[in-house]
Structure formats: structure tokens, C-alpha cells
């Protein structure tokens, strides 16, 4: 069935490579992205290309392309096999750890489709902001973190959830193994704004957690 163990090698090492480009944790985004943070490779062309996911979709078609050469027989279910695998195995990966060895804020599991913050005017120059998250702790411990929001969210014609960052880090506690949903209230002057929400709500927040100097964007 095998052909050449040489060209198999290959193969492995570079799967293993996209499987690691692509695996979402700790963060949002995929490892990837940091790595190429890391050794100042932009993640993104000006024309908008994912560096990232065309660096890994070039490395799994070498690497299948390698497996097939490797192999005398079977060739197409091996291959179909692999894309399989890479379709599932990073989030299946990701998923496993957290719920298994991960432990402080990487056992902590973010619902971001249940999250959520309003806002409304109160007087003037006062906006009432809450916001709801969902958090599950995974591990045999209490972790306590804190939870700050992005810098800047492109997305906003005027400002809104980036205001929650004006009086951040908020403090939250979960206990071993359980689901806790957190609640921020907080008043906030727009007095020296020139454009902010006055009554409004956006869903899907994301946020950082923080536990000393571990950092997971989420």
C-alpha cells in the first residue's frame, strides 16, 4: 500500500503544519494569525487576501498531493479521509483541550451568540450601558479574570460598544464546572463626545479576558 515513506513524511509534517495555522484557540481567530503576528508577517493583504488561509490551503494540497504520491493503492479514500480530517480536527482539537487539560482563563468557554449590550440615554449627558455574557468554566477550579473590550470596533459608525471599554476591566469569578452568565452595568458621560449611541444594542460583543499577564481575545 505504501509507495514511499519519504514523500508520506512530507506529507504529515505539512498537514500537521495547516491543522496548527488553523486552530482556533486561544483566541477567536485562528493560531495562525498569531504566529504571523509574531514574526511580523501581515496577516492580510491591502486587497483584503487572508495570508493566513492561503498559506494553509497551499500547505494541505501539497500535503495531499504528496500523500498520493506516496501511496500504491487506496489513494482517493486516503485523501478524502484528510480533507475530512482537516475540516474537523481543529476546532475538534481546540474543543478536547479546553475541556480536558485547559486550565485559569483557557478553560474558560465564551457564548458570543448569547451576548449582548444596550444602551440607552439616561439625562444629556449620560448613558446607561449593560451588557450580558455567558461564560462556562471547564476546569476543577475558580477562575477569576477580568474583562476588557478591543481597542476599536471598525465596524461602528459611532461609538458604542467601545464605550464599555471607557471604565473597563470589569471583574468576574466562575466557579469549577459551572455556567455563569455576568452582567456589567455602568453609567457613562458623553458629555466631551462629539458622536455616541443614544439608545441602542449590539449583539455577538467581543471582548478580552485577562488573568495577570495571560491574555485570550474572544
Known amino acids: 500500500m505504501l509507495k514511499n515513506k519519504k514523500l508520506l513524511f512530507i506529507s504529515v509534517i505539512l498537514f500537521v503544519i495547516s491543522i496548527i495555522l488553523n486552530f482556533p484557540f486561544p483566541h477567536e481567530y485562528r493560531y495562525g494569525e498569531l504566529i504571523f503576528s509574531i514574526v511580523n508577517i501581515p496577516i492580510q493583504t491591502t486587497q483584503g487576501i487572508q495570508v493566513v488561509g492561503i498559506t494553509s490551503l497551499i500547505l494541505l494540497i501539497t500535503s495531499l498531493f504528496f500523500l498520493a504520491r506516496s501511496l500504491k493503492k487506496y489513494t482517493g ?3 478524502l479521509l484528510a480533507i475530512v480530517l482537516a475540516m474537523l480536527l481543529p476546532s475538534m ?10 486550565s485559569g482563563i483557557y478553560a474558560i468557554s465564551y457564548d458570543e451568540e448569547t451576548s449582548e449590550c ?41 461609538k458604542m460598544v467601545s464605550l464599555m471599554g471607557i471604565h473597563a476591566p470589569y471583574e468576574a ?15 457613562i458621560d458623553v458629555s466631551n463626545m462629539k458622536e455616541h449611541v443614544e439608545t441602542g444594542s449590539a449583539s455577538y460583543v467581543n471582548i478580552m479576558i485577562k488573568a495577570g499577564e495571560k491574555v485570550r481575545r474572544l
Open 77 to 79: 479514500r486516503f485523501v
Open 118 to 158: 444596550r444602551f440607552d440615554m439616561v439625562t444629556d449627558h449620560t448613558i446607561q450601558a449593560e451588557c450580558e455574557f455567558t461564560f462556562q468554566n471547564y476546569s476543577n477550579d475558580d477562575v477569576n479574570f477580568s474583562i476588557d473590550f478591543y481597542e476599536t470596533y471598525p465596524f461602528e459608525d459611532i
Open 173 to 187: 469569578n466562575i466557579e469549577p464546572n459551572d455556567t455563569k452568565q455576568i452582567t456589567l452595568k455602568t453609567m
Open 93 to 102: 482539537l481546540a474543543d478536547s483541550y479546553q475541556k480536558t487539560l485547559a
